[in-house]
């Protein structure tokens, strides 16, 4: 069983910076894709970022140039570094562990992290 814990979220202005942080036990980063997904309230959940085991990363078009997804592997630790955050950037952000990017291949979700963003 793999247990994803997001952490890191929280409330900023428009222009500022947050990092989240996903702790992941086992062996997780070695067998899975990783990634984060948001959803805002009354949205559909959305892919974010994505690392492949090799380190390969891929982004949502809204969020390139500004997010960029991380790992470390020593400390099993995800990461999202998320920089000129905008108002529409707020929603719940999760973790994720699955056999590709895409959001029908997810094997395993976090409980996600709020982030909220003010004008």
């Known amino acids: 069983q793999v247990q994803l814990v997001e952490s890191g979220g929280g409330s900023v202005q428009a222009g500022g910076s947050l990092r989240l942080s996903c702790a992941a036990s086992?062996?997780?980063?070695?067998?899975?894709?990783m990634g984060w997904f948001r959803q805002a309230p009354g949205k559909e959940r959305e892919g974010v970022a994505c690392?492949?085991?090799?380190?390969?990363?891929s982004y949502a078009d809204s969020v390139k140039g500004r997010f960029t997804i991380s790992k470390d592997n020593v400390k099993n630790t995800l990461y999202l570094q998320m920089n000129s955050l905008k108002p529409e950037d707020t929603a719940m952000y999760y973790c994720?562990?699955?056999?590709?990017?895409?959001?029908?291949?997810?094997?395993?979700w976090g409980k996600g992290t709020l982030v909220t963003i003010s004008s």
């Open positions: 994720a562990a699955g056999d590709s990017c895409r959001y029908s291949r997810v094997r395993y």
């Open positions: 690392i492949g085991g090799a380190g390969s990363t």
């Open positions: 086992g062996s997780t980063f070695s067998r899975y894709f």
